[in-house]
């Protein structure tokens, strides 16, 4: 049984977690101290919000239809602990209405002619390829600023994001949208970076929590009696993600050359045409010109577009590989991805990529 904790001991045990990078910022100037400043803000506030999913489903005056949806969510966090083995606490056993559609904005930048995105440090989190924002308006003005000093930028709102562990999460009315399975997705994929996190190693940490979303949403569906969801849009996202990391490695090769910045930028206004014309052959050819990328696809694209894809879908297929390696064993594989994490991120990537690699029928 969940033993429910006050909600300043919480309070306070969040702020044990911020309050050291908080200082240490303050130190630094008034840039990083404005944004740790509005990361704290944002944090309380969505702290206070916070209340148990169970006294929502049970309280008449609320909207049946809110309860409708956060009854096959709490049951999909009961799964998650019961099934999958991920942390049994208090995280997606609440609620928050937080009033605006998206939780924070994240701002993903990366030079002109590089894939590798700078980093941005925190005392919990590690480093990370993007910072985040609680308001969309600070978003947008550092997403101006990056641009300004020549970067390829692209921002965009989020609906949910993790805080590993450090603090009970709750299931945001930012999601109240989404199906019941995409809930589900949310909360295996969020608990999992519970589970297990790797600091400074996002393509690590995003595809092991995409691997868990991945195939704890098949045993969910299947435990409720429906067929995997393994359909058309299922098909198209990995067919669409396909094109997005060919587009990445093409660049990749494309960077590492001694070209003039000219000549580097015909070829890389090329490569986005290129990715282009392949999506509307797979659009037209594969999809019966289903167009649910075109809006993607056809906005301005540059590095800092591509860089979401590479970070969360990179290493999946190793996982997948290790995951059918311990037999499904759920407990077998976490041990196995800690022991992963725990070498030098060099031997990491190199391991990785021979779990990713095709196995022929004489292996």
């Not at 910022?25 to 702290?47: D, E, P």
């Not at 904005?105 to 030079?111: D, L, R, S």
């Not at 990370?128 to 600023?145: C, H, K």
């Not at 391991?351 to 292996?363: I, M, R």
């Amino acid at each position: 049984m969940i033993r429910p904790r006050s909600s300043h001991r919480l309070l306070d045990r969040v702020f044990q977690i911020l309050f050291p990078g908080l200082l240490l910022l303050l130190l630094n100037g008034c840039a990083s101290a404005g944004y740790y400043s509005q990361l704290g803000g944002g944090q309380l506030r969505l702290l206070q919000a916070r209340e148990p999913i169970d006294q929502v489903i049970v309280d008449p005056a609320r909207d049946p239809q809110l309860k409708a949806h956060l009854a096959p969510a709490r049951e999909a966090r009961t799964f998650a602990s019961t099934h999958l083995h991920l942390p049994d606490n208090r995280s997606y056993r609440l609620y928050a209405d937080i009033g605006r559609p998206f939780v924070v904005w994240n701002v993903f930048a990366t030079p002109e002619f590089s894939l590798a995105p700078p980093t941005h440090c925190f005392p919990v989190a590690g480093c990370v390829a993007y910072r985040g924002y609680y308001s969309q308006g600070a978003a947008r003005g550092e997403a101006a600023l990056q641009r300004l000093q020549g970067m390829d930028v692209t921002s965009g709102g989020v609906e949910a994001y993790s805080t590993l562990g450090g603090f009970d999460a709750p299931i945001l009315s930012s999601m109240m949208h989404w199906g019941d399975d995409r809930l589900a997705t949310l909360i295996f994929h969020e608990l999992a970076h519970q589970r297990f996190y790797v600091q400074d190693d996002t393509e690590f940490n995003e595809s092991f929590a995409t691997f868990v979303e991945q195939e704890g949403t098949r045993q969910w569906r299947a435990s409720r009696g429906l067929a995997p969801d393994n359909g058309k849009q299922v098909r198209q996202r990995d067919q669409f993600i396909q094109l997005i990391l060919d587009t990445r490695q093409r660049l990749e090769k494309l960077y590492a050359q001694p070209l003039p910045a000219e000549g580097m930028r015909q070829h890389k206004a090329a490569e986005f045409e290129r990715l282009r014309t392949d999506y509307e052959q797979l659009r037209d050819t594969q999809w019966a010109g289903d167009k649910r990328y075109d809006a993607w696809v056809y906005a301005p694209l540059n590095n800092a577009r591509l860089l979401p894809f590479g970070l969360y879908d990179q290493w999946v297929p190793a996982f997948a590989a290790l995951f059918k390696q311990k037999d499904g064993d759920w407990v077998g594989f976490y041990t196995a991805v800690e022991q992963l994490g725990k070498l030098p991120i060099d031997e990491r990537k190199a391991a990785l990529k021979v779990l990713a690699e095709p196995k022929t029928s004489a292996d």
